[in-house]
């Protein structure tokens, strides 16, 4: 275990505000694709997600990464708000806006766009695997499914995109 | 869009995130979820002691009525138990702020 993570667990305030520097970006990341572009939605559940861990931190035995377990978090309180969430109050299409000054920039809304089509198994199976760079087996460790039905949501989602992109 | 193509995309990282007001707002919840403990404490503390001082003041008052206070024996508890609930709200307010 690292060591701003052991002091973390040792309950270092200082030492989990700097992991959570680390890690916020790209658990909000996460969880924006999740929530289908909603930046409010998507930002209050990362800090449920960061609250929760704080909590729980002295549970953490090393056993995953740090930023896998942080992901199993995020996911499970996306969830639990999917739960909890009136049908009115549904996500459907891609909500959030265009990223400035990026190269790509129409592909990347294209996939956003086309990421809000897959069911959350799917589209977090994907973040995980490829935006994230999880191996399938920390993937499937962090969304809590047996590895075999990992790699068919990243497989059907793939399908999915490839079609909704215009695939052959 | 052929396969490679999916990939690379695919494999493009998020869009990087600014922590500035997102760690502040997290810092602050984390301030108030640890303190939480504590506002519990205070409040059970401040409990326990108005019953204490409100049984007190019914038992002294009880006794003196025998005594000099005549018609009126529940005057002087129910002032002190009013002193006491107006002191714990101060002593609240002051933990609060």
């Known amino acids: ?21 680390q890690h916020q970006s790209k ?44 992901y199993r978090i995020a996911y499970s309180r996306f969830l639990m708000g ?14 959030g806006e265009a990223p400035s000054g990026e190269a790509g920039t129409h592909a990347r809304i ?7 089509k897959l069911s959350p198994p799917e589209s977090a199976s994907l973040t995980l695997c490829f935006a994230l760079g999880l191996s399938n087996t920390e993937a499937a460790d962090a969304l809590n499914m047996p590895l075999g039905t990992l790699k068919s949501h990243v497989l059907r989602g793939r399908e999915k995109l490839k079609a909704l992109l215009g695939g052959p | 869009m052929n396969d490679a193509q999916l990939d690379e995309l695919l494999s493009a990282p998020l869009p990087e995130r600014d922590a500035g007001e997102f760690s502040v707002t997290l810092m ?31 038992y002294g008052a009880a006794v003196a009525s025998h005594a000099a206070l005549g018609t009126q024996p529940l005057l002087v508890p129910v002032l002190l138990t009013l002193l006491t609930l107006l002191l714990s709200y101060v002593v609240f307010q002051a933990a609060r702020d």
């Open chain 1, 1 to 21: 275990m690292e060591e701003l993570v052991q002091r973390a667990v040792a309950r270092d305030v200082a030492a989990f505000s700097l992991l959570a520097r």
């Open chain 1, 27 to 70: 658990v909000r990341g996460l969880l924006l694709r999740l929530t289908r572009g909603n930046h409010a939605l998507a930002d209050d559940l990362a800090q449920e997600t960061f609250l929760e861990a704080w909590r729980a931190i002295a549970n953490f035995r090393g056993d995953s990464q740090f930023a896998t377990w942080l």
């Open chain 1, 82 to 95: 999917a739960r909890k969430r009136k049908p009115d109050d549904q996500l459907d299409d891609w909500q």
């Open chain 1, 110 to 116: 294209d996939l956003e766009r086309a990421f809000a």
């Open chain 2, 28 to 58: 602050e919840a984390i301030a108030r979820a640890q303190s939480r403990p504590a506002r519990v404490f205070s409040w059970i503390t401040i409990g326990v002691l108005t019953a204490v001082i409100a049984a007190a003041a019914v």
